[in-house]
């Protein structure tokens, strides 16, 4: 399921990263690699904040769509 499917509190395993190359080039150099755990801290305004390696990161909604857990 797409990341964006979680809910705020809600921890995962990354499984499959898609989209575009470029996409998913950008997505990993953020630190979303397959067998990463990530955490959503909130969704708003289309935004979705997660927690990743130590770090948070917004990213948009669909850019958190191509990212399956």
């Not at 989209?19 to 708003?44: A, C, D, H, S």
């Amino acid at each position: 399921m797409p990341l964006t499917l979680l809910q705020a509190g809600q921890s995962s395993i990354i499984t499959r990263i898609g989209g575009k190359p470029e996409t998913r080039q950008f997505l990993e150099n953020l630190g979303f690699v397959v067998g990463t755990p990530v955490t959503v801290i909130n969704q708003n305004g289309g935004n979705v904040i997660c927690a990743i390696r130590d770090t948070r990161v917004a990213i948009s909604k669909q850019m958190a769509s191509k990212i399956f857990v």
